[in-house]
């Protein structure tokens, strides 16, 4: 069992920058790879980025150049970098873990959410 939380959520204006944070906890070795998604009402969950443990990452082209995943392994803390936000941003953001290879929008744990709003 996996478990994870997110934080970090809150009113920012559009052209601002936030950043998120996932903490992780429970049996996390062997974890194949930690992401984000989000989904925001009236709307379908929207995959956002993932990163191979020990390998690639990959970021939808929606927040491509905009969006950066990291972690930080001493701390089991995953974090989701958002810069130059827009209103279409707004949404309850998600972090994910994956055991094993999965399909797009297919995810093995995930946590609560936090919710980003941007607007003026």
């Known amino acids: 069992q996996v478990q994870l939380a997110e934080s970090g959520g809150g009113l920012v204006q559009p052209g601002g920058s936030l950043r998120l944070s996932c903490a992780v906890s429970?049996?996390?070795?062997?974890?194949?790879?930690l992401g984000w998604y989000r989904h925001a009402p009236g709307k379908q969950r929207e995959w956002l980025t993932a990163?191979?443990?020990?390998?690639?990452?990959f970021t939808a082209n929606s927040v491509k150049g905009r969006f950066t995943i990291s972690r930080d392994n001493d701390k089991n803390t995953q974090y989701l970098q958002m810069n130059s936000l827009k209103p279409e941003d707004t949404a309850v953001y998600y972090c994910?873990?994956?055991?094993?290879?999965?399909?797009?929008?297919?995810?093995?744990?995930w946590g609560q959410g936090t919710q980003v709003t941007v607007s003026s």
């Open positions: 994910y873990c994956n055991r094993a290879p999965r399909i797009g929008g297919m995810y093995d744990y």
């Open positions: 990163e191979q443990i020990g390998g690639d990452t």
């Open positions: 429970g049996s996390i070795s062997g974890i194949y790879a």
